[in-house]
Structure formats: structure tokens, C-alpha cells
């Protein structure tokens, strides 16, 4: 079996009130392994300091935490297949 390589892209959207990340998990090889798009958000509530650092990186991490459960949830499943024996 051929190694995949694989890439994540961040792209970010943000203004003074508000940060969107888009991740899309990307390979470079036609292989079974499905390209991922997840997206995170964080908002200033009225009252919060702004900073974008900690406004970028809440977004980040809540992006990828759900390409992380939605990668989980497909290995699970090919383990599951895998490990089924046909009736």
C-alpha cells in the first residue's frame, strides 16, 4: 500500500466581532482516504476584549477538533467492516 501524503489548508475569515476557520484536509493521491472540510467559529460577546490571536486560535482548535471526530468516526467504521465477518 502507497503512503499518502496529506495536508491540512486553514483558511481564515475574521473581523473585530467574529473569526471563522475553514480546515480542509487534503491528498495529494487518488486514494480511498476522503478529503475533510470542517469549519469553527468564535465571537466576541459585547464587553470581551478583542484580540485575534486567542479569537484565531479558538476557532482553529474548534475546527479541527471536528475534523478529528469525523476522522475517528471513519477509522471506527473501517474497523467495524473489517473485522465483520459475512453472514
Do not use: H, W
Request: proline share 2%; with cysteine; net charge neutral.
Amino acid at each position: 500500500m502507497a503512503a499518502a501524503n496529506l495536508n491540512v489548508e486553514i483558511f481564515v475569515l475574521s473581523d473585530r466581532n467574529a473569526t471563522v476557520v475553514s480546515a480542509e484536509l487534503i491528498s495529494d493521491c487518488d486514494l480511498e482516504f476522503p478529503v475533510l472540510s470542517t469549519t469553527g467559529a468564535s465571537k466576541r460577546e459585547q464587553g470581551d476584549i478583542y484580540d485575534q490571536e486567542i479569537a484565531t486560535n479558538l476557532a482553529l482548535s474548534r475546527a479541527l477538533e471536528r475534523m478529528s471526530r469525523q476522522l475517528r468516526r471513519q477509522a471506527n467504521a473501517k474497523v467495524r467492516r473489517a473485522t465483520t465477518c459475512p453472514a
